[in-house]
């Protein structure tokens, strides 16, 4: 990693490819592969595992493996809806109407229980009665 105030180096595939390249054709090691091209970062140890990274990917994947940029956190995204099963919507709708109704019965006997208990009090001072 770069200390700070330092940009990291970035390479070009094709130079990663000719280094890697180079290095298995002429048998060269890691440390006089880095000297050779110029890879010396701030401890040698840096651009020795830099190499051994960009080979390493070079044998799994290949030159577009070299291509692919690695750097920063990869993306989760949003995660996808799926669909629901014909069943479980149609119970859910069902549900769903289900308590709209309720709801709406339970909104009348408030508004009925109101409209009661201010009779009560009226008929209560009516009479002269203290109401509760």
């Known amino acids: 990693m770069a200390k700070k105030g330092n940009k990291q180096k970035k390479y070009s595939a094709e130079f990663k490819e000719s280094v890697i390249m180079d290095m298995r054709e002429n048998h060269l090691g890691y440390r006089e592969t ?5 890879l010396v970062t701030s401890s040698m140890g840096g651009a020795i595992s830099t190499l051994h990274r960009w080979e390493r990917i070079y044998l799994e994947e290949g030159a577009t493996g070299l291509m692919t940029e690695r ?5 989760t995204g949003r ?3 799926r669909p629901l099963d014909q069943p ?3 119970d859910l709708i069902a549900e769903n109407q289900r308590l ?4 709406e019965y339970l909104e009348m006997e408030l ?3 109101k409209k009661l208990d201010a009779l009560i009090r009226a008929e209560e001072e009516r009479n002269g009665r203290k109401p509760k």
């Open 100 to 103: 709209r109704e309720r709801n």
């Open 79 to 81: 995660p996808r809806k």
């Open 88 to 90: 479980v919507e149609e």
């Open 34 to 38: 880095a000297r050779k091209y110029g």
């Open 71 to 75: 750097r920063g956190r990869k993306s």
């Open 111 to 113: 508004e009925y229980l």
